[in-house]
């Protein structure tokens, strides 16, 4: 980015803070949950799978959609 009043070029990222997360692929934080899952329900058989899911959605900043995509896809009725 050009400065207006000065021919070099500035740095604004010191204002910008980004974790690893921020530059995953579109798809891939879905795909790291889909995993984090599959490991959750098999250390954990004593949480239900509707808990891990929401756990899931909130620890991988999923958006709405993959969140709406978990829970159809992964969010069997529980058998009684």
Not at 15 to 42: Q, Y
């Amino acid at each position: 980015m050009k400065c207006p009043d000065q021919d070099q070029y500035i740095c604004i990222a010191e204002d910008i803070s980004m974790s690893s997360e921020d530059l995953l692929p579109t798809g891939e934080k879905l795909r790291k949950a889909v995993v984090w899952i599959s490991e959750m329900c098999m250390e954990h058989p004593e949480k239900t799978r509707k808990e891990i899911i929401f756990e899931a959605e909130r620890t991988f900043d999923l958006s709405p959609k993959e969140c709406d995509f978990l829970n159809r896809k992964f969010l069997c009725p529980e058998k009684t």
